[in-house]
């Protein structure tokens, strides 16, 4: 079910829940295209685990509102309210893709309320990283040197793109195939994965494409703190046959990250976080309960 908060300064923070409502907290961080609706196929896996998942919308997605030189670092705060709201004082938090550094963030601003982080195929600073592009989809990396574009030159490429897909949904969905690699082609020719991800894809771009433009510029841009900085213990879950955000991303931020936890997993691909969503989760909860019982 939708659900809403007014968050401090006056924007609207959109989010959903699912799982065992009752269970621990566990707050999801959703890729680019992405929104609140993306989750596993099965429902049921955080049900069993007895696990919370709350997805909120970054803002300009779907019913959170857009957030005028939003940064990385913005974000923590979004999720401290949220938190706050749903009474809930300490959680993990996991997300995947472009949701990765948003995950960094908050595990580095708020160290005294997540017990436990996971980064699935999350990218690494652009900036620092020595070379973000090494084993990555030739039309990927044109998509990400594109985002070093002016705001203004960016948004009518975005834009078009978005009313491409909103327009042919089935000629996106042949093209997402086409550029995957065969440890994600036999996932995604799966008729429930196509569903699932085509149905969370329209609500990031329900207020157009001004939130997508932004999280472009962030992806790209420096991150605002030091990795060696942050605190809790952060799983990295990468495939080695990423061609979207290649294992070398994972690797990077495991040689900074200080209580890192590497899961790096032969074959697979970008979309392998569906093929661990039950393994995270019990990873995060018993991370989680190492913490309380230290």
């Known amino acids: ?38 989750r596993h196929i099965d429902e049921t896996i955080a049900v069993h ?10 803002p300009g997605y779907g019913l ?12 923590p705060d979004d999720i401290r309210q949220l938190a706050d709201a749903l009474g809930i004082r300490s959680f993990s938090i996991f997300g995947v893709s472009a949701g990765g550094p948003y995950v960094a963030a908050t595990a580095y601003r708020l160290p005294d309320r997540v017990t436990a982080a996971a980064m699935v195929s999350s990218t690494a600073p652009f900036d620092e990283i020595p070379d973000p592009y090494e084993g990555m989809n030739p039309q990927y990396v044109q998509a990400f040197k594109a985002a070093a574009l002016p705001e203004m030159a960016l948004r009518p490429i975005v834009a078009n793109a978005d ?14 195939l086409e550029r995957a690699g065969s440890g994600d082609r036999s996932l995604l020719e799966q008729q429930a994965y196509k569903k699932q991800i085509l149905g969370y894809w329209p609500e990031a771009t329900r207020q157009g494409s001004k939130g997508r433009v932004r999280e472009a510029k962030i992806l790209v841009s420096s991150w605002g703190f030091r990795l060696e900085d942050i605190q809790p213990t952060v799983h990295l879950w990468y495939w080695e046959e990423d061609q979207i955000v290649p294992v070398e991303h994972g690797r990077y931020l495991a040689s900074r990250i200080p209580n890192s936890v590497e899961h790096f997993r032969s074959g697979g691909g970008h979309f392998g976080v569906f093929l661990a969503w039950g393994e995270i989760l019990e990873v995060l909860m018993e991370t989680a309960q190492g913490r309380a019982d230290g």
């Open 1 to 38: 079910m939708d659900k809403t908060i007014k968050l401090l300064d006056g924007r609207t923070l959109g989010y959903t829940e699912h799982g065992d409502l009752a269970g621990y907290p566990v707050f999801f961080v959703h890729g680019n295209p992405g929104s609140r609706y993306m």
């Open 49 to 58: 685990q007895g696990v919370r998942i709350i997805t909120p919308d970054r």
């Open 64 to 75: 959170s509102d857009y957030q005028e030189k939003r940064t990385l670092l913005d974000f």
């Open 163 to 176: 009313k491409a897909i909103i327009k042919d949904p089935e000629a996106y969905w042949s093209a997402v």
